[in-house]
Nanobody
Framework: QVQLAESGGGLVQAGGSLRLSCAASGRRFDPYFADWFRQAPGKEREFAAR????????YYADFVKGRFTISRDNVKNTVYLQMNDLKPEDTAVYYC?????????????WGQGTQVTVSS
């Protein structure tokens, strides 16, 4: 079984930056995709970014384009989310996920989430 553990969340002022990390452990980690999602209070979880593990090709939701960057380190089995120019509406629990599904919401492996709070 694969376990995913997020870190790097916290409290930041609007306009600031954070880098989230998601480390995989357990059996051999070789997903086709790795993703970041977020869930704001009172809202449904939403897709933020995706990276193809082998090629590094990336995909982004419109609301993060130009501000967030997803990357991965194949050796460390870690996926990152660099978040710049943060806004109060980015406040949410951020989850990483991974798997072989075309539809991100169907990823096989999920982390527990890390809280990001952006103050105005």
């Amino acid at each position: 079984q694969v376990q995913l553990a997020e870190s790097g969340g916290g409290l930041v002022q609007a306009g600031g930056s954070l880098r989230l990390s998601c480390a995989a452990s357990g059996r051999r980690f070789d997903p086709y995709f790795a993703d970041w999602f977020r869930q704001a209070p009172g809202k449904e979880r939403e897709f933020a970014a995706r990276i193809t593990w082998s090629s590094g090709r990336t995909y982004y939701a419109d609301f993060v384009k130009g501000r967030f960057t997803i990357s991965r380190d194949n050796v460390k089995n870690t996926v990152y989310l660099q978040m710049n120019d943060l806004k109060p509406e980015d406040t949410a629990v951020y989850y990483c996920a991974a798997g072989n599904q075309i539809v991100p919401e169907k990823d096989e492996y999920w982390g527990q989430g890390t809280q990001v709070t952006v103050s105005s």
